[in-house]
């Protein structure tokens, strides 16, 4: 009898309550997800949802939703948990740590999609100067903080090797260090081979699919296609796997076939494949206009893609292969906090704990930055490495960087794991007024994330087997995602 009384004590205590702000997203099979602010959600069908959209939550709804912290607590504890929890949703930026160099912007490959809009090799007044490196070198010894990434993008940086070293070896007092070489790997001589062998240097590539993929998006020729992928499988003989990043670049008008992509990969030991469409960048922009928006087609592929990496990982489960990106949205909706992934972070402020140096020592706020001034579309540069980057201009990118007062971002559920980009919208629109739904960073998104809580969902064990070996469980839960009957 007490325990009777006890229970409806507590629902009289919930009903005086005030349930939780919950933004609802239709999902497949009449379901409906809800999503709190701190980002904890739960799975209902269409009485639950009548019932919360108006009739008044059951008894047994009640209960439900307490356990789920969706009811809010009056007590300071309960409040101070609330706003904590809300917090570890919120993109954090601290002290500058990650710098993107660009040594020089010659390169000896001409692909069609380059999103820099590189120079010849032969081009000058396209590397650093003496004055530009030692504003570098000077910024670098200012930094406070103890561990330290740096990326050299170009063009291709190798051709400035002597560069490369000046700025590691001045690195050296870093507790953390850690270096990345972005390169096509056309040329590898022994002084290459020497920096790559450092333990704290890791080597980034593009691997578009087998070789006649390659030599048809990138290196023209069979002997450069064969010399790449000789240097490739040089390096990751010689080194190991996990010196080596490689990235796709797929034309969504004819990509290859998924079973040929991750056979690439597999074969060479790669676990991750990071599939990217062309993006809106550089000579992409001419060349491949049709690339401001991910059609219909990509999706269709890029679903077909990930059903083919859940097949092959129940097929043999000595392995697991996954697709980066979707992995990175998979951790923001169940494991706030550990992703750094600045595409996807809401706020997104510019230039706090990264920025990105070009070849004549402007900063840029991100690389799709440079990439537009670098095309003459628009110029959002920041400041310069000789006089720094706390500027109006940063000030103004600064004050749009955050998806929470945007009217429909706050409806959205997915609004607590989604970010805020507003160089893709200026790449794409030429503003950052576009209605968010309109926008192919939203219809992405929204896309992704609808496929998330699909597979999220499932009940198939293939589904349920990829979904937490991508989410770093030891095991396979009984279910991922809560559900109110």
Not at 19 to 44: E, I, K, T
Not at 146 to 158: A, D, M, R, Y
Not at 270 to 281: E, G
Not at 449 to 472: K, Q
């Amino acid at each position: 009898m007490s325990v009777v009384t006890d229970d409806l004590g507590l629902i009289d205590t919930l009903r005086q309550r005030q349930v939780s702000r919950l933004r609802s997203r239709p999902l497949r099979n009449g379901h409906g997800l809800f999503v709190g602010d701190n980002g904890r959600f739960f799975r209902a069908g269409p009485s639950v949802q009548d019932r919360l959209n108006g009739g008044g939550p059951s008894e047994e709804d009640l209960r439900f939703l307490d356990g789920e912290w969706h009811v809010l607590g009056s007590g300071s504890l309960e409040r101070r948990s609330r706003r904590y929890a809300e917090a570890q949703r919120l993109g954090w930026s601290h002290r500058l740590d990650y710098l993107i160099l660009v040594p020089t912007l010659r390169c000896n490959l001409s692909c069609s999609y380059c999103q820099v809009s590189r120079a010849s090799l032969s081009s000058t007044g396209h590397d650093w100067s003496d004055a530009t490196l030692a504003a570098v070198l000077d910024q670098i010894d200012r930094l406070e903080t103890t561990s330290i990434k740096i990326e050299f993008q170009g063009g291709e940086p190798t051709l400035r090797l002597d560069l490369i070293k000046a700025v590691i070896d001045r690195c050296q007092r870093f507790e953390r260090r850690e270096f990345v070489v972005c390169t096509n790997l056309q040329y590898l001589d022994d002084e290459v081979l020497e920096l790559f062998a450092r333990d704290e240097v890791y080597v980034s590539t593009s691997l578009d699919g087998g070789a006649a993929t390659h030599l048809s998006n990138r290196t023209a020729t069979d002997s450069g296609t064969r010399r790449f992928l000789d240097n490739l499988n040089m390096i990751i003989e010689r080194f190991g796997v996990g010196k080596v990043s490689a990235l796709p670049t797929i034309d969504p008008r004819s990509p290859p076939e998924p079973d040929e992509l991750i056979d690439t990969y597999a074969g060479l030991g790669f676990n991750s494949i990071f599939l990217r469409p062309i993006n809106f960048h550089g000579f992409a922009r001419k060349r491949h206009p049709e690339s401001r928006e991910q059609q219909s087609d990509w999706r269709r592929y890029y679903e077909r893609f990930i059903g083919r990496l859940i097949e092959r990982n129940w097929q043999d489960r000595s392995r697991v292969l996954e697709e980066t990106y979707l992995g990175v949205c998979l951790r923001r909706i169940f494991q706030p906090g550990s992703e750094r992934h600045v595409d996807l972070r809401s706020p997104n402020p510019v230039g706090v704990d990264y920025v990105v140096i070009d070849h004549d020592g402007t900063v840029y706020p991100t690389d799709e930055a440079r990439m537009l001034a670098r095309s003459g579309i628009i110029d959002l540069a920041i400041g310069s490495v000789e006089t720094g980057w706390d500027t109006p201009e940063r000030a103004t990118l600064d004050r749009h960087s955050t998806n929470e007062f945007d009217p429909a971002c706050r409806q959205c559920a997915y609004q607590p794991f989604c970010g805020r980009d507003v160089i893709d919208d200026i790449a794409r629109y030429g503003t950052i007024d576009m209605p968010r739904t309109e926008t192919e960073f939203c219809r992405k998104h929204m896309y992704l994330f609808d496929l998330i809580f699909e597979l999220v969902y499932s009940d198939d064990p293939a589904v349920r087997h990829s979904v937490c070996r991508w989410l770093r469980l030891p095991g396979t839960p009984v279910e991922l995602g809560p559900t109110l009957p």
